[in-house]
T-cell receptor, first 114, second 114 residues
Framework: QKEVEQDPGPLSVPEGAIVSLNCTYSNSAFQYFMWYRQYSRKGPELLMYTYSSGNKEDGRFTAQVDKSSKYISLFIRDSQPSDSATYLCAMSADGPDSWGKLQFGAGTQVVVTP | GAGVSQSPSNKVTEKGKDVELRCDPISGHTALYWYRQSLGQGLEFLIYFQGNSAPDKSGLPSDRFSAERTGGSVSTLTIQRTQQEDSAVYLC????????????FGPGTRLLVL
């Protein structure tokens, strides 16, 4: 079983809808949670970064972390065709043995149709 | 400023040949990471360099894989005696400090082993 599980999609939504993405994980030591966006044939780009539990909002993006359920979410409001991409969740534990070694989900492909 | 760059963009090789992949991190970034992204899979951590410390090689899948970082800047990932299962996108990332979860990714090198 993978440490980080993410539905690969594709997830198709009409423009203006809310996109809801999520990941589950098994390692209770994870403390840092990130969402990356990856356009086709490009490297991942960091969207949101959260430490421990809680919510974080940045413009149209909201990230939520529920450590008790080992579940993280990303919501994209007022979705645009330019949001069409693959969204990757990533996480890591604290401590020198874990520094920088991100564990990624497989990514969810999102398609926003005009 | 310039982001992380990688070369070549694409590489096609025959099974059994050696390949070298190059990464130029963001100037001044002390940490450098290599990941592998296979089709339909998330990013898989390979190796991590931080300053002049010994690299963390815990993610390298076999002894055919090696990497070096010269002068604390450019890094080369070498795959010896390539196999078809080595076909993937190899991504490099850098960050400005040890253990930072804010990693900036390059566009990747797409490797195809025939």
């Amino acid at each position: 079983q993978k440490e980080v599980e993410q539905d690969p999609g594709p997830l198709s939504v009409p423009e203006g809808a809310i996109v809801s993405l999520n990941c589950t994980y098994s390692n209770s030591a994870f403390q840092y949670f990130m969402w990356y966006r990856q356009y086709s044939r490009k490297g991942p780009e960091l969207l949101m970064y959260t430490y421990s539990s809680g919510n974080k909002e940045d413009g149209r993006f909201t990230a939520q972390v529920d450590k008790s359920s080992k579940y993280i979410s990303l919501f994209i409001r007022d979705s645009q065709p330019s949001d069409s991409a693959t969204y990757l969740c990533a996480m890591s534990a604290d401590g020198p043995d874990s520094w920088g070694k991100l564990q990624f989900g497989a990514g969810t492909q999102v398609v926003v149709t005009p | 400023g310039a982001g992380v760059s990688q070369s070549p963009s694409n590489k096609v090789t025959e099974k059994g040949k050696d390949v070298e992949l190059r990464c130029d991190p963001i100037s001044g970034h002390t940490a450098l990471y290599w990941y592998r992204q296979s089709l339909g899979q998330g990013l898989e951590f390979l190796i991590y360099f931080q300053g002049n410390s010994a690299p963390d090689k815990s993610g390298l899948p076999s002894d055919r894989f090696s990497a070096e970082r010269t002068g604390g800047s450019v890094s080369t990932l070498t795959i010896q005696r390539t196999q078809q299962e080595d076909s993937a996108v190899y991504l490099c990332a850098s960050s400005d400090r040890q253990g930072s979860e804010t990693q900036y990714f390059g566009p990747g090198t797409r490797l195809l082993v025939l």
